[in-house]
């Protein structure tokens, strides 16, 4: 998990708030990702950001919404749309190149009531 | 939609044996990974075999990939309890673009080693 941090660990929302979950590295690697992972599943990718000012929706962007204004940061918005959002949120990173080997964060579990 | 599969779904083995998980892919990939989760963490990388790779090894982890089957395993020898965890296959499918470093995850192998 080193160099890459999510805050906070746990995280507590009333149904219908917008809650932002923050994803910080020092890296200093251009790519950043945000997957949601539900129990006993695996990884699905919500965005990513190749490079700063940039990023892409994944297979399952609809209620999120995210920004990649410095290379360390990429802040995820879980807004009032996203219908079912209380799961385990990861952060990943990875250098650009020939691999893409990902590099995580501790994780963030976000529970909604 | 989902490339990986991976079966089985779960594993218990006594110390000492050895663990081996399969993972299955539908489209033609550049690279497949695989990784370790331990539970309520994040995700470790623990190996990357290329397609024009068919084997590779790192300490007790041994990786086949055959890509006329489309298909991975993941062998670990002489498992520990710390061994205990969720691994993750995840295939990167190469192309240009947006799809650039994008890794598409498996759902995983629960693996419990006994004491």
């Known amino acids: 998990d080193g160099g890459i941090t999510q805050s906070p660990k746990y995280l507590f929302r009333k149904e219908g708030q917008n809650v932002t979950l923050s994803c910080e590295q020092n890296?200093?690697?251009?790519?950043m990702y945000w997957y949601r992972q539900d129990p006993g599943q695996g990884l699905r990718l919500i965005y990513y950001?190749?490079?700063?000012?940039?990023?892409q929706k994944g297979d399952i962007a609809e209620g999120y919404s995210v920004s990649r204004e410095k290379k360390e940061s990429f802040p995820l918005t879980v807004t009032s749309a996203q219908k079912n959002p209380t799961a385990f949120y990861l952060c990943?990173?990875?250098?650009?190149?020939?691999?893409?080997?990902?590099?995580f964060g501790p994780g963030t579990r976000l529970t909604v009531t | 939609s989902q490339q990986g599969e991976e079966d089985p779904q779960a594993l218990s083995i006594q110390e000492g044996e050895n663990a081996t998980m399969n993972c299955s892919y539908k489209?033609?990939?550049?690279?497949l990974q695989w990784y370790r989760q331990n539970s309520g963490r994040g995700l470790v990388h623990l190996i990357l075999?290329?397609?024009?790779?068919r084997e590779k090894h790192s300490g007790r982890l041994r990786v086949t990939l055959d890509t006329s089957k489309k298909s991975s395993s993941l062998l670990i020898t002489a498992s520990r309890a710390a061994d205990t965890a969720s691994y993750f296959c995840?295939?990167?499918?190469?192309?240009?673009?947006?799809?650039?470093?994008?890794?598409?995850f498996g759902q995983g192998t629960i693996l419990t080693v006994h004491p």
């Open positions: 075999i290329r397609s024009n790779e």
């Open positions: 990943a990173t990875s250098t650009s190149g020939n691999t893409y080997e990902q590099y």
């Open positions: 950001s190749q490079i700063v000012n940039d990023f």
């Open positions: 995840a295939t990167d499918a190469g192309g240009g673009g947006t799809s650039y470093g994008k890794l598409t």
């Open positions: 489209t033609s990939i550049n690279n």
């Open positions: 890296l200093n690697h251009d790519a």
